[in-house]
């Protein structure tokens, strides 16, 4: 894979699995488990985008779910922006 994080004109986000930190749910037992391939994120289930209790970069799901990635909050921001105007561009 040639980016870290990047949009598509459909909204989606990838995320190349390397730099997500945890993708959990609050109060539940297990987080969700990454294997290996990019995680993709629908920008109309981001409820919003902000740093989490431990100081990381997070996407905050309207389902619960919290994913942190390790990347600036500017290229996440930047991401986001892309994704729901619905912007193909590598951001990283």
Known sequence: MSYIIKTTSEGLIYVKA???INVKKPNSIEGAKVLGKPLVINVNHIGFLSFNMDGNVTFF???GFEISVNILYEEAEEAFNNAKANVE???R
């Open 18 to 20: 390397s730099n997500i």
């Open 61 to 63: 799901m309207a389902s």
């Open 89 to 91: 561009k590598i951001i």
